[in-house]
């Protein structure tokens, strides 16, 4: 643990039966104790939205009532914000109910973007959530989409003001270390969270990546990704 120099995971899939996630109550528990042991106090369970499956009105619903499971059975060492992994679709800026799916208590919408690669419309209609509908995008696991065919994309959300999240695995490949470190060192990532499913094949790694982000870039670059936690989670 890195202590006292971090304390938000802003992207979990804590909530037990919700999604792809934790598969049970236990799990969930176990999911949080271990975040807990890393030194996070606040987590945003973000289950998947995909809008083609169901309204937002269902998926409110089934939150809310994972979120109280969870809750009953936990000791409230970790504040635990709702929210939401949302599935890019076409119209989704146009969506009435889509503040609801911002993480609790920030205006910040984690978007997962499509995994081809993106087209202007695509990227318009980002711009519009931000613009329009007055939200913070943050594009959820950034590392994921780093194709050459998305560069000039992904230098142009930054200049618009939209926001990076970058996965704990991403700086523990070989093979993506390098590319993601660059990016935190020019500022280009915002936030690093666990995007934890479960303790088996997809667990919180958030210790380990900050211990290499610290190795390989220096305190700095911690305080950088503190700071913007902070400013939204710290109030
Ligand atoms: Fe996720």
Redesign the pocket.
């Known amino acids: 643990m890195i202590s006292g120099k971090w304390f938000a995971d802003m ?3 804590i909530l037990p039966g919700m999604d792809d ?1 934790s598969a049970s109550v236990d799990e969930s528990i176990a999911l949080v104790s271990e975040l807990s042991r890393q030194g996070i106090t606040t987590v945003a369970a ?1 289950p ?1 939205f995909y809008a083609d499956r169901e309204n937002p009105r269902q998926f409110l619903e089934r939150r809310q009532n994972a979120i109280a499971l969870l809750k009953e059975c936990t000791d409230g060492n970790v504040t635990v914000l709702p929210g939401a ?1 949302v599935c890019y679709y076409q119209g989704i800026s146009q969506t009435e109910k889509l503040p609801e799916l911002t993480i609790g208590g920030t205006n910040l919408l ?1 978007l ?1 973007m499509p995994f081809d690669n993106w087209n202007p419309s695509v990227i318009n209609e980002v711009y519009s959530i931000q613009r329009d509908r007055k939200l913070n995008v943050v594009i ?2 950034i590392d994921r989409y780093l194709s050459k065919k998305n560069i000039d994309y992904i230098e142009d959300m930054l200049c618009f003001g939209i926001l990076f999240q970058c ?1 704990a695995s991403a700086f523990l490949e070989r093979k993506q270390r390098k590319e993601v470190l660059n990016m935190l060192k020019n500022r280009e990532i915002h936030f690093i969270a666990s ?1 934890c ?1 479960n303790m088996t094949v997809r667990p919180p790694r958030l210790c380990e990546a900050y211990k290499v982000i610290e190795d390989r870039l220096g305190h700095e670059a911690i305080k950088w990704l503190c700071e913007n936690e902070k400013s939204i989670f710290g109030r």
Do not use: P, V
């Open positions: 992207h979990t899939h996630g973000t998947h992994e984690l997962e959820a696991h996965n995007d499913h």
